[in-house]
């Protein structure tokens, strides 16, 4: 979760890279149409329940944010993963669990539902495909930072009954029972005993354990006590470029070999190197800048939205380093090449990062993607495995694992 925000048109002329054995080719509109609806688009991450929470109505359109219903609705989005992030300052007042319930009450309430034409609380897949069915969208939740069970498996499973359906493990803060890729003070220890235990009470309740924000340790660590696949809700690929948020090849491969999903994350930095050099050099004036926002505006999400992208715009300019749409479709090729098309997904940390890529910088301009998939070759069959197919497949098979009795 980063809170900046960054909103921009659709660039002109974009040139897409071609994955190797794959037919450049022309599309027409109603090409493009027509894959884009025969596919379950999800998305899952989506940070606007930190705008919600704070009193933010989704139904109601705005330019401001990247997500709203009338956008979703254009966007042909089948289902979004709404995280329910914790931040790292509410372990310092013992506030994280209360924090995760206030966000899941908000996905639940303030979004579902106030809105039940638009969506429905989905748990499994098959509640996923239900939704589809009756041209509604499924919300399902995923809790950012596993600091918000508070060492406590009960309120692990307390959070599963509430709907919780994946959980980060960390955040850019370590915690008691597992090391984040953001902690570089902290020995990198992976995951701690407890930490095994938690993985393995996610498996036995069926919920989707996410790599993303882990230390690289911890991941491996993962890996080797996850009985059920595993993914990463919103990372991209390291070998690209080099934030410590995105994955190896080797732990690409890894995961796909348990079945898992790499869910490409938008975030400037994390496609584009040239970016993700931009913001690490001016990172300590943006956070600093960031903080003093959020409480400013802790009651006006829309304020802040507007603040975060005036302060990005002033500290980057208005024609500073930006990732494009082809930046998207280079780090999903690459998934593709080092561990097959099954392995990839979307996770765009939408109304969470601080840049979005031209193109594809808000919930309705996903049809700019399928055109792009298209153009580089993929087939629709592999544009619905790369939009919702493998994560509905990885979801299926977690809930096939489950050992939780029906009580």
């Not at 809105?115 to 748990?123: G, K």
């Not at 407890?194 to 993962?222: A, C, P, Q, Y």
Request: hydrophobic share 40%.
């Amino acid at each position: 979760m980063n809170r900046l925000l960054l909103i921009g048109a659709l660039a002109p002329a974009l040139v897409f890279p071609q994955a190797p054995g794959r037919q450049k080719r022309v599309v027409s509109d109603a090409e493009v149409l027509r894959v884009h609806k025969s596919a379950i688009l999800i998305d899952t991450h989506n940070d606007v329940p930190s705008d919600t929470v704070a009193g933010l109505d989704l139904g109601r359109a705005n330019s401001v944010t990247h997500t709203d219903i009338p956008r979703m609705r254009k966007g042909g989005m089948g289902a979004q993963f709404f995280a329910a992030y914790v931040a790292a300052r509410y372990v310092e007042t013992n506030g994280a669990a209360k924090r995760a319930f206030e966000m899941i009450d908000s996905v639940r309430h303030d979004v579902v539902e106030r809105y039940p034409n638009d969506f429905v609380l989905a748990t499994t897949a098959a509640d996923i495909r239900r939704a589809h069915k009756q041209g509604k969208m499924a919300a399902l939740i995923g809790i950012e930072g596993g600091h918000a069970i508070e060492d406590s498996l009960r309120l692990l499973r307390r959070f599963y009954d509430e709907g919780v359906r994946y959980m980060t493990l960390t955040h850019v803060n370590s915690n008691h029972w597992a090391d984040s890729s953001g902690d570089t003070e902290k020995p990198n220890n992976g995951l701690s005993p407890f930490g095994k235990e938690v993985v393995r009470e996610m498996n036995r309740l069926g919920m989707i354990v996410d790599v993303s924000h882990v230390s690289d340790k911890t991941f491996w660590d993962v890996l080797a006590t996850s009985s059920a696949p595993v993914f990463a809700s919103f990372s991209s690929c390291r070998a690209i470029s080099p934030a410590a948020r995105n994955l190896t090849d080797e732990m690409i491969a890894a995961l796909a070999k348990n079945g898992g999903v790499v869910q490409i994350n938008f975030e400037c930095g994390f496609l584009n190197p040239e970016v993700a050099r931009a913001e690490k050099e001016r990172a300590p004036q943006m956070s600093k800048m960031e903080n003093e926002l959020i409480a400013k505006y802790a009651a006006d999400p829309l304020g802040l939205a507007r603040a975060m992208h005036e302060s990005w715009t002033a500290a980057f300019g208005a024609n500073g380093p930006r990732a494009t749409l082809a930046d998207v479709v280079k780090h999903i090729d690459h998934v593709v090449q080092v561990a097959g098309v099954d392995a990839v997904g979307l996770g765009s940390d939408f109304d969470g990062i601080s840049c979005a890529p031209e193109g594809l910088d808000s919930v309705d301009r996903w049809p700019n993607l399928t055109r792009a998939l298209l153009e580089d070759g993929y087939t629709p069959a592999e544009i619905r495995k790369i939009y919702g197919e493998n994560t509905l497949r990885l979801m299926s098979e977690v809930e096939r694992r489950r050992r939780r009795p029906v009580f």
